[in-house]
């Protein structure tokens, strides 16, 4: 019984959830740029993280909300 569980985990992810990988695997030697469209998706989630980011900590910057003091940390 339970190997039958892992046998149908296993089969779940080999031939459902990674199918859109398998259609990108055969299409790699025609469209480059469309088999590499996870990495593009992963890149432009990092872009959109890094500028949102970047955004708060100027926030935070500008209101000036840090304790600068250098005592401000017990480990210092």
């Known amino acids: 019984m339970v ?3 892992f046998y149908s985990i296993a089969w779940l992810f080999e031939e459902i959830l990674f199918f859109p990988f ?3 695997r055969t299409i790699q030697y ?3 740029f469309f088999a590499n469209t996870m990495s593009w998706i992963f890149i432009l989630i990092g872009i959109i993280g890094a500028i949102y980011w970047i ?3 100027k926030k935070f910057d500008e209101n000036a909300e840090e304790n600068r003091d250098i005592t401000a940390h017990p480990f210092l």
């Open 3 to 5: 190997k039958d569980f």
């Open 22 to 24: 398998d259609l990108l």
């Open 30 to 32: 025609d469209s480059w």
């Open 55 to 57: 955004k708060q900590l």
